[in-house]
DNA sequence: GGAGATTGTGGGAAATTGTGGGAAATTGAG
DNA sequence: CTCAATTTCCCACAATTTCCCACAATCTCC
């Protein structure tokens, strides 16, 4: 599995277009090609796969039935339904698709962040505030993750 | 794992290039070849680890899964928040990213302090108020740690 | 203490990267 | 079929980063 690290400041053009930083180029395995996926995230970002990565996304998701229930399925769709191929472009960029620009209400400066083998895009503004915390509830959090994390 | 030793006055030149002083280089195992990674840390400060050593401290991450809870996402986001890599140029020499300098309002004179797999960046100034205890006040630290080390 | 080796500091110049925009190609609607 | 809109491809400029060299400071060993 690809473990990306780093977090860059970019910029979006007019065009919806957003350019890779070398050092998050760099860090792609060879057999990526010129292609990601991009797909909404569950909070109000953006997130970029390898190919290959998004394929293991989608085997995590077909491991439970369809038949199981109808939010089962509601949730295998919406999941899916956002997923894009991306290409990048001879300038190292990619053209995020409108529909998802909006839905993470990106605009000009944009945040890519590593996150094991993800990469998630958010617009700057979100992105600050999502990281503002007090250390009260940072030391709450970290017991959650605590605990989850010995329940399995 | 990695412990290192020791605190290093340094200086940033205006290009933001830290120079490793050569006794902390020394420190480093062979492997790391010339790769390191800088990050945010909790007071206002940097933090350089090893690749290796930053890799074993987000490995812990990912054995949570993100669908799990919109809490874990946030946890791993605050915690690998602000990481980079960073290269060893010829003249053993990092340079530090923009936006982390400014958030730990480094300046030209820098303090490097070790402590355990983690090397600490401090301003000079900031340091010396964060060292700034009285006596007081550091038995009552050294109690805190004490109750907390025994609940676990 | 002095001379040579090593380390720290600074800056110039080349190479790479980021950014913008023009124009051709493609698509879709009427 | 034609026109408009979007997408793709390409080029060019600006900014940053990297690489390199040179000098200053420090350390080490004799």
């Known amino acids: 599995m690809t ?12 065009k919806g277009r ?3 930083p070398s050092k998050l180029r760099a860090q792609f395995p060879e057999a990526v090609g010129n292609t990601l996926v991009v797909n909404r995230g569950f909070e ?4 970029l ?3 290959e990565d998004w394929l ?6 077909n491991t439970v039935d369809d038949f ?3 939010d089962i399925r509601r ?12 290409q990048i472009d001879g300038a190292q960029r990619i053209l995020v698709p409108k529909k998802l620009l909006e839905y993470a209400e990106l605009t000009a400066e944009v945040i890519l962040v590593a996150n094991g083998n993800k990469i998630e895009m958010w617009d700057q503004a979100t992105y600050e505030s999502e990281l503002n915390v007090d250390s009260a ?10 605990q989850q994390r010995n329940q399995g």
């Open 68 to 70: 199981m229930s109808p």
């Open 137 to 146: 509830e940072m030391s709450q959090l970290a017991q959650m993750f605590h």
């Open 44 to 47: 109000k970002c953006l997130v």
């Open 18 to 20: 957003l350019s890779i």
């Open 75 to 86: 949730f295998k769709r919406i999941f899916t339904n956002g997923a894009n191929l991306v």
């Open 56 to 61: 293991d996304e989608t085997a995590k998701l």
């Open 49 to 51: 796969y390898t190919k």
């Open 3 to 14: 473990a990306f690290i780093g977090e860059f400041n970019c910029k979006l053009d007019e």
